[in-house]
């Protein structure tokens, strides 16, 4: 206390990079005497003390005016603490190491702005996607209609119902733009809320030999061949993946990096791995970590919508890690905007403003 009182500058190194998450009991004391006293500047050494370097989940930590890395960023550092009010600049002191050419890398809100699919005066419904929808069930209508409005209100050119029939007046009512007959599709949604399907209808394997962009979702996942094409996204949440990984959960979270670049190459597909810490997988081991979420988006439905505006930026032309890192970022802006309880529907009608907001701020 005597140090913090009578210091103007205090360099928080009390954790290295290899530490484990939280604060033990002295330094949540310090973090009460930090917050506490004013005019101080904190100058966090890597990252602030109670982060985890290769983790972009959230963890009670230090407060920093400014963090200092070395060599080049951490998960830490850019996933989360940029769009911390508790933290300033994260910079990158360069000290001559000879470093590998990055396979991790962390978006930031330009990097999401730049990527997304803007029309320009000459597109249509068509040039700007049609989105196949192939989702719920008589168990589960309203993974469906999520879906659906999950690709709606993120500006699919058109999206094409052609699911379960108990869903359509249902999807009929909520969300009128959605036609409900076969044509031109340019990515297909599958799999979120199929529950016990029918063996007539048509399985992951049907929709992954088209060669179409796909997204997998929920129980499509489960009907995975061993090898999918490249243009496929698979949407597991930390359980699924842990199936198909024939891991378990704990492992999984245990090191979430890792098991999705698993599940990529064992698959040969991209993998979105959902959840409060998110990634990013492509075959060829490339990570990318979406902009950090928060708790709010963890509740049933969520992934049924965020599938859904995966299929949009799929039918776009984007590429499948493109599609996974733009929509798991939309919906943690989205969160980061409205910190507060509110059911998926609600976050599929607020894209548009997301998107319109993150588009504007971008430098």
Request: charged share 20%.
């Amino acid at each position: 206390q005597c140090y913090v009182e009578h210091s103007r500058v205090i360099v928080d190194g009390a954790f290295g990079i290899g530490a484990r998450g939280g604060l033990t009991t002295e330094l949540k004391h310090l973090k009460r005497l930090l917050n506490r006293e004013t005019g101080k500047t904190v100058i966090a050494i890597d990252q602030p003390s109670g982060y985890v370097a290769d983790s972009a989940a959230s963890y009670e930590s230090l407060p920093a005016h400014e963090i200092v890395t070395f060599g080049g960023r951490k998960i830490s550092s850019g996933a989360d603490l940029d769009e911390n009010k508790d933290y300033g600049d994260v910079r990158v002191a360069k000290i001559g190491l000879a470093l590998p050419k990055p396979t991790i890398f962390l978006a930031d809100r330009d990097d999401i702005a730049d990527l997304w699919p803007v029309p320009t005066p000459e597109s249509d419904k068509y040039s700007r996607g049609v989105v196949g929808v192939d989702t719920g069930s008589a168990q589960y209508p309203g993974a469906a209609v999520l879906g659906c409005l999950g690709a709606v209100y993120s500006g699919a050119g058109m999206v094409r119902y052609l699911g379960a029939a108990p869903v359509r007046a249902a999807l009929l009512a909520t969300a009128p733009s959605v036609v409900q007959n076969r044509g031109r599709v340019d990515a297909w949604v599958i799999g979120s809320g199929w529950g016990d399907r029918p063996r007539e209808l048509p399985s992951a394997m049907d929709y992954l030999e088209s060669e179409l962009p796909v997204v997998v979702d929920a129980g499509a996942i489960d009907q995975m061949p061993p090898q999918a094409h490249e243009s496929a996204l698979l949407t597991p949440h930390y359980g699924e993946l842990a199936r198909l990984l024939g891991a378990s959960r704990k492992e999984v979270a245990a090191d979430p990096i890792e098991s999705v670049r698993r599940a990529a190459a064992q698959t040969g597909a991209t993998v979105l791995l959902k959840g409060g810490s998110q990634y990013v997988a492509r075959p060829d081991g490339q990570v990318y970590v979406p902009l950090h979420s928060n708790s709010w988006a963890g509740q049933a439905g969520a992934g049924d919508a965020l599938a859904g505006v995966c299929g949009t930026l799929l039918a776009a032309g984007l590429e499948p890690w493109q599609a996974g890192l733009l929509a798991a970022s939309i919906q943690a802006f989205d969160t980061k905007l409205h910190a507060y309880p509110r059911p998926p529907e609600e976050f599929c009608r607020a894209i548009p403003g997301v998107v319109d907001r993150l588009l504007r701020e971008s430098d």
